[in-house]
Nanobody, 116 residues
């Protein structure tokens, strides 16, 4: 059973940093790409970052390029999102995503609120 569990959300002051972790289980995580998305209530889900399975190649959404870093640990079956210089507009629910065997899998989401 494929499971994705996010952790690390919470309240963060503007300009500070935070880290989210997605823990994967139930499948061969190391051969699949992984992504982080975020969503604000009433808006479409936005792709934040993606990482390839073996090369570790990364891509980022334009609103986070240069401030966020995605990384993965294939031994621990985790993918992290390191967020720097956080802004109030980064406030959202962040979701981990994997496409496995033709199906989309999402974590339950974790809230990041950037506010003073």
């Amino acid at each position: 059973q494929v499971q994705l569990v996010e952790s690390g959300g919470g309240l963060v002051q503007p300009g500070r940093s935070s880290r989210l972790t997605c823990s994967a289980s139930g499948f061969s995580f190391w051969i699949y790409g992984a992504r982080w998305y975020r969503q604000v209530l009433g808006k479409e889900r936005e792709l934040v970052a993606s990482i390839l399975p073996t090369t570790g190649g990364t891509t980022y959404g334009p609103s986070v390029e240069g401030r966020f870093t995605i990384s993965r640990n294939n031994e621990e079956n985790t993918v992290d999102l390191l967020m720097y210089s956080l802004k109030p507009e980064d406030t959202a629910v962040y979701y981990c995503y994997v496409r496995h065997s033709g199906r989309d899998y999402w974590g339950q989401g974790t809230q990041i609120t950037v506010s003073s």
